[in-house]
């Protein structure tokens, strides 16, 4: 139960990548309706000799979420 099966964490995001594409063509439909989490702007910490920028967005949509059962289930049948 501790190993990692990257083919599933691999086809999870190609399958938010593919729904955020699919949001964004159809972008005045129920598809592209969505939710974003995350910071509303980046933390940067200044050491002197580096600076750091920290930032996290995530955005959630119906296609991205249609997406990745899309990708379970080519997963349930690849397995």
Same mark, same amino acid.
Do not use: C, Q
């Given at each position: 139960? =501790?190993? @990692? &099966?990257? @083919?599933?964490?691999? /086809?999870?995001? *190609?399958? !938010? @990548? *593919? $729904?955020? !594409?699919? $949001?964004?063509?159809?972008?005045? #439909?129920?598809? &592209?309706?969505? =939710?974003? !989490?995350?910071? #509303? #702007?980046?933390?940067?910490?200044? /050491?002197? !000799?580096?600076?750091?920028?920290? $930032?996290? =967005? *995530?955005?959630?949509?119906?296609?991205?979420? /249609?997406?990745?059962?899309? #990708?379970? @289930?080519?997963?349930?049948? *690849?397995?």
């Amino acid at each position: 139960m =501790k190993r @990692v &099966n990257w @083919v599933l964490v691999l /086809l999870v995001l *190609i399958g !938010f @990548v *593919i $729904g955020g !594409f699919i $949001g964004t063509y159809f972008e005045g #439909s129920f598809l &592209n309706y969505g =939710k974003t !989490f995350g910071l #509303s #702007s980046p933390i940067e910490l200044d /050491l002197g !000799f580096i600076i750091l920028t920290f $930032g996290l =967005k *995530i955005h959630f949509t119906i296609a991205s979420v /249609l997406g990745v059962v899309i #990708s379970l @289930v080519v997963y349930r049948f *690849i397995r």
